[in-house]
């Protein structure tokens, strides 16, 4: 009888330690077996049509359409601040939501190293889940723009930099105001002279362009390509190292222009900061698959966009190593905090 009891005693702690665990993985987040639950909404921090945007609804379709996530995936669009406004809420609010994810680029380093408008988080207040596509800046025009060249721009802005309107999808001292004033900056203007107009997205800056509130954009390679098919735009130059292909193919780098400089513009996911494992290797194991896919190298050439793809580890550690990359460009410009 007491050997029973003992066996049942035994039996009803284990019973209560795996009911104790259950319970905690519930509390503290996701388990590898259960996740996903519910919807999951991927967010781009700026208005439709720029570069977050369209990354953010590629890996959407890309993931729906291949089915190897079954939960229906949204896009949000949340601009302000060249979304450092977004981050914010991402940082705090969503800390420990597994269910939802953003999509990022250069200005999550920028935006927390720039003195102006700095954003008090960075990528170390996320959880880095992958590096996805390679992009680069471009310089853009209207096609009846009396710039024809780089050089062009350059000259008026040495002539009288507030003669110039120069705008960009993302606030003063983040990635289109630093696309748009490095070949400046390089020329031996004063970056702080020249006069910069931010929007929230490059849709929104195209279209101020193509309104007449700007001359000069700042802006995305990849998504720009639409414009030159249309024969709304031309592209001076692109701060890629070598030519791009493509519609762009005949436009020169910025080297290639004069101007010994270059811009890497990455993109990748990222999950809240205090993400559960279970949830972050879920997403780590589904977007390593999702990058071999026909339908994702689909969307790469429709966007125009290289594919670099890095896991968690990775860009972890090409984000420290961006990061100080990004202080040396700021503290050249006289712009870092």
């Known amino acids: 009888m007491r050997s029973w009891k003992k066996f049942s005693s035994v039996a009803l702690v284990a019973t209560l330690a795996i ?3 259950a319970c905690a993985s519930d509390e503290g987040g996701s388990s590898s077996s259960d996740y996903p639950k519910k919807n999951i909404t991927l967010v781009a921090p700026s ?4 570069g977050w945007d369209l990354t953010a609804r590629a890996i959407s379709k890309t993931m729906n359409d291949t089915k190897l996530i079954e939960k229906p995936i949204t ?7 060249g979304g450092a406004v977004y981050m914010a809420e991402f940082a705090t609010k969503e800390a420990k939501n597994d269910y939802v994810l953003m999509v990022k680029s250069p200005p999550i380093l ?6 102006e408008g700095n954003s008090p988080y960075g990528y170390k207040d996320t959880t880095p889940l992958a590096q996805l596509t390679r992009d680069y800046g471009a310089i853009v025009v209207k096609n009846d723009s009396t710039f024809k060249t780089l050089q062009d721009v350059l000259d008026a802005l040495k002539k009288d930099p507030k003669a110039v309107t120069l705008a960009g999808g993302s606030a003063p001292g983040s990635m289109d105001h630093l696309v748009g004033v490095l070949p400046a900056f390089k020329a031996g203007v004063d970056p702080k002279t020249v006069k910069y107009v931010s929007y ?11 309104g007449g509130n700007a001359d000069v954009i700042a802006t995305d390679a990849s998504t720009i390509a639409t414009y030159v098919k249309s024969g709304d735009v031309r592209v001076l130059a692109v701060s890629s190292s070598e030519r791009l292909t493509g519609d762009l193919a005949d436009v020169p780098t910025y080297k290639e222009a004069g101007i010994d400089a270059e811009f890497t513009i990455w993109r990748g996911l990222f999950g809240p900061k205090e993400m559960s494992e279970g949830a972050k290797n879920y997403w780590s194991e589904k977007l390593e698959k999702m990058v071999e896919t026909d339908e994702w190298k689909a969307e790469l050439e429709k966007n125009g966009w290289a594919s670099e793809y890095r896991n968690s580890s990775d860009f972890t550690t090409y984000l420290e190593e961006q990061d100080k990359v990004i202080v040396e460009l700021l503290t050249a410009l006289g712009m870092q905090k």
């Open 19 to 21: 009911g104790l665990a």
């Open 47 to 50: 208005g439709a049509g720029g």
């Open 75 to 81: 896009v949000e669009n949340k601009p302000g601040g």
């Open 110 to 115: 920028i935006n927390n190293n720039k003195a």
């Open 200 to 210: 929230d997205g490059g849709g929104e800056a195209v279209a101020a362009l193509l």
